[in-house]
């Protein structure tokens, strides 16, 4: 039986037992007229007739005319009671004229039209009442106040956390503008069992059918809210397709408790990973009362990592941004989120060192987080020289300015696409660790250098671009179906950077740590997950088309090396990397000349430089130039 034979099956059924009441009802009525007047051998066929299929015709059109039939008993609240008290009264309306021309015929039509409505009411709220007892086992919430126009809402998740959403609903604002109708089990399929109220519908390969059904039932699908397990990746993604298909919006209500509103799915929230217990106070301790000073301040990440400091009440915050906009912005939100934060904004490139050399005088940072770089893969294979100057040249200027200016510890930003590198900015990201590590060491600083892939909303990052090609219809553009990365919310990767930090603050030592980023997201995958969080189907409303892959880039990342071991820590999800670090005594020279080749905009000559200092980037180019035609 399909959705919409199930709905028209239940109307049907609806209908037909309010009718059928309505006749019993009648036929009662003339019962007990008949034992009124104490004669009871004499019953009146013919107006019993008359009366009732007059009557039962009357109720089908009221009841009909003011939709009483479309009503789920198992969910009607106050609204869907006082309806049925007009489908009522309209149905008596229409009685009345016919009562009238058949006066005569009818045996005490009065007094009987009123113990039939007597009887009909308690026996439609009965049945209703019935419905609520068996699912709810609280029969009288039919006469429970409903949100006037809320929307109906289907709770997916399991026993626990539906009990802490619909607690958290019934006590906040929420809960006046949404109607949870039933609940979706994950996994297992409880149905006629009830959560506050709430009944339980069915599973998730039931979903479908169940919005399908109250969909024609209510005139609009519910939408569809997750909760618990059901934010996990793997049920998400069967959930979202489930949704996108039967055309219902998918909702969540926030992991804080302090969110008491359903809202959209975010595509962070396709990551689903479970929320970690991090020890604040590590953190706190390394930040509060100590001059910080954020390079690329005003990026994605670098406004997140200033953001988190100055959560964390240090003495001074200094922030420095080559983009006047990126630097007006962090400047705004630190103004009016912490007015009395010390805070100073330093417009500059990091590939200046007079400026960088003068910010830092000025500012005398005890910690340094270095994360101004060029990060855009194929931009980067068309502007090497400028990848060069700006991921590998300025590193090295901050690091020699923290050092002049007397900086006890620094923090570098790096990437998963330092790896093995085939491309210029994974290449002069790895550069940048190699020349940081031998410049803080040297200088007695305390060093953490952090790799993690791709953050999700970033800026230059596919979730963007994938956004703006669904809202302008698509297509949608993949590079490759078989590609995946790695992904993390800002929010998640900034806060264990800080925690890397943390965990390493002894002098004259350089580490490098990786974050957990998990297991890798296929790009096709999240290109499908993020047409359906927008209530679209994959293939069929937007489409998805594959360009190649561009140069620089690679099929699948990796986030360390094989002679790289990884060494769990404290923190949960910052991994610390053990190996014997590259001995070169002549980097720093080797360096000075690659950025001479690249302030000469000697592009093979600063690629040949490049490939000398990373041995696995030179023997990418070695590959790629053997695989080009002659």
């Known amino acids: 039986m399909t959705p919409r034979d199930a709905a028209r099956r239940a109307m049907a059924l609806t209908l037909s037992f309010d009718l059928a009441m309505a006749g019993l009802g009648m036929t009662l009525a003339h019962l007990a007229m008949l034992v009124s007047d104490r004669d009871v051998s004499h019953f009146p066929v013919q107006a019993w007739l008359l009366a009732t299929a007059a009557f039962m015709l009357a109720a089908a059109c009221g009841l009909v005319t003011g939709s009483v039939h479309r009503q789920v008993w198992r969910h009607i609240g106050a609204p869907d009671a006082f309806k049925l008290i007009q489908g009522i009264a309209l149905s008596v309306l229409l009685y009345l004229p016919v009562m009238v021309a058949l006066n005569g015929r009818l045996h005490n039509p009065l007094p009987t039209l009123l113990v039939t409505i007597t009887l009909w009411t308690a026996a439609l709220f009965a049945g209703r009442m ?30 626990d956390s539906w009990v802490n959403v619909l607690r958290r609903l019934e006590a906040s604002a929420a809960g006046s503008t949404v109607r949870v109708l039933g609940l979706i089990e994950v996994s297992s399929d409880q149905p006629g069992r009830a959560v506050r109220g709430v009944p339980i519908m069915g599973n ?154 003068a910010a830092f005088a000025q500012s005398r940072p005890e910690i340094v987080i270095h994360a101004a770089a060029l990060k855009h893969v194929p931009l980067m294979e068309e502007n090497i020289c400028e990848a060069i100057l700006t991921n590998v040249g300025g590193a090295v200027n901050v690091a020699r300015a923290a050092a002049a200016s007397g900086a006890r510890q620094f923090v570098f930003i790096s990437t998963d696409k330092a790896v093995a590198p085939d491309n210029v900015m994974g290449a002069t990201k790895r550069l940048a660790e190699l020349a940081i590590s031998r410049i803080t060491t040297e200088a007695g600083m305390a060093s953490a250098m952090v790799r993690f892939g791709n953050v999700l909303g970033s800026s230059g990052s596919v979730v963007p671009l994938f956004e703006r090609q669904i809202a302008a219809g698509g297509p949608v553009t993949i590079t490759d179906p078989e590609a995946t990365r790695y992904f993390m919310t800002i929010e998640e990767a900034t806060s264990l950077v800080l925690q890397a930090a943390a965990l390493q603050r002894e002098a004259h030592h350089a580490e490098l740590f990786v974050l957990d980023m998990g297991e890798p997201i296929a790009i096709r995958q999240l290109a499908e997950t993020m047409i359906r969080l927008k209530g679209k189907v994959p293939g069929v409303d937007i489409e998805i088309v594959t360009t190649g892959m561009r140069k620089g880039e690679k099929r699948h990342e990796a986030l360390t090396y094989a002679y790289e071991e990884l060494e769990t820590t404290r923190v949960d999800g910052v991994n610390r990397v053990v190996c014997e670090p590259p001995q070169n005594e002549l980097l720093e020279k080797q360096i000075s000349v690659l950025m001479d080749a690249a302030r000469r905009h000697e592009t093979l000559e600063a690629l040949r430089l490049l490939g000398n200092l990373v041995p696995e980037y030179g023997a990418a180019l070695a590959a790629t130039r053997r695989r080009k035609p002659a």
Do not use: K
Not at 132 to 152: C, D, E, G, K, V
């Open 130 to 159: 019935f419905a609520r007892y068996r699912t709810t086992n609280a029969p009288l919430q039919i006469f429970q106040r409903l949100p006037h126009q809320s929307q109906p809402v289907l709770l997916v998740g399991d026993a």
């Open 204 to 357: 998730l390969d039931t979903l479908g059918e169940v919005i399908d059904v109250l969909s024609l039932r209510y005139g609009s699908a519910p939408w569809v809210a997750v909760t618990g397990p059901a934010r996990e990746r793997g049920q998400m993604a069967r959930i979202l397709e489930i949704a996108s298909t039967h055309r219902a919006d998918i909702m969540a209500l926030g992991h804080d408790e302090t969110a008491q509103t359903l809202e959209p799915i975010r595509a962070a929230d396709l990551l689903a990973r479970p929320e970690r217990a991090l020890d604040r106070r590590p953190v706190r301790d390394l930040i509060s009362g100590a001059r910080i000073v954020v390079t690329g301040g005003g990026g994605s990440i670098g406004s997140e990592l200033a953001l988190q400091v100055a959560q964390n009440v240090p003495a001074a915050l200094t922030i420095i941004d080559s983009s006047e906009f990126n630097l007006y912005q962090i400047d705004h939100l630190l103004r009016v989120h912490h007015p009395s934060l010390p805070f100073t904004s330093h417009l500059g490139d990091i590939r200046d060192p007079v400026r960088m050399n």
